[in-house]
Nanobody
Framework: QLQLVESGGGLVQPGGSLRLSCAAS????????IGWFRRAPGMHREGISC????????NYGDSVKGRFTISRDNAKNTVYLQMNNLKPEDTGVYYC?????????????????WGQGTQVTVSS
C-alpha cells in the first residue's frame, strides 16, 4: 500500500507563487512515478505534471508549461510542484498520485494511488 500526503496549498494573489509537496510512504513508494492533478470547481480533473523516479524526466500540461516546475527528492520520497505566476484559473484542489509510468498524456486512469488533495485559491 502506498500513502500520499499533499501540503502547501493556500490563498495567493494573481502573479504569486506557491510550492506544493507530496510525501509518499509505504512499501512500494520507490516503485512509482508521481503526477499532479487538479480539479477546478465544476470541471473535470486535469493532469498538470508528472515526474519519473528513474531518470527525472518530466511532462507538463499545456496550461502550466513555463509556469510550473515539478521536482523530486528521492531520499525524502517527496515530490514538489513549484507554481509561479499563478492565475485565477489555477484555482482548485490539487492532488498528487502515483503511477507505474509518467506519460505525456497525464491520464488520471493510469494512476493507482491518490492523496486527499490540497486547496489552492488564486484571488485578489
Amino acid at each position: 500500500q502506498l500513502q500520499l500526503v499533499e501540503s502547501g496549498g493556500g490563498l495567493v494573489q494573481p502573479g504569486g507563487s506557491l510550492r506544493l509537496s507530496c510525501a509518499a510512504s509505504g512499501l512500494t513508494s520507490d516503485s512509482y512515478d508521481i503526477g499532479w492533478f487538479r480539479r477546478a470547481p465544476g470541471m473535470h480533473r486535469e493532469g498538470i505534471s508528472c515526474i519519473s523516479r528513474s531518470d527525472g524526466s518530466t511532462n507538463y500540461g499545456d496550461s502550466v508549461k513555463g509556469r510550473f516546475t515539478i521536482s523530486r527528492d528521492n531520499a525524502k520520497n517527496t515530490v514538489y510542484l513549484q507554481m509561479n505566476n499563478l492565475k485565477p484559473e489555477d484555482t482548485g484542489v490539487y492532488y498528487c498520485a502515483a503511477a507505474p509510468l509518467c506519460s505525456p498524456l497525464l491520464l488520471s486512469d493510469e494512476y493507482d494511488y491518490w492523496g486527499q488533495g490540497t486547496q489552492v485559491t488564486v484571488s485578489s
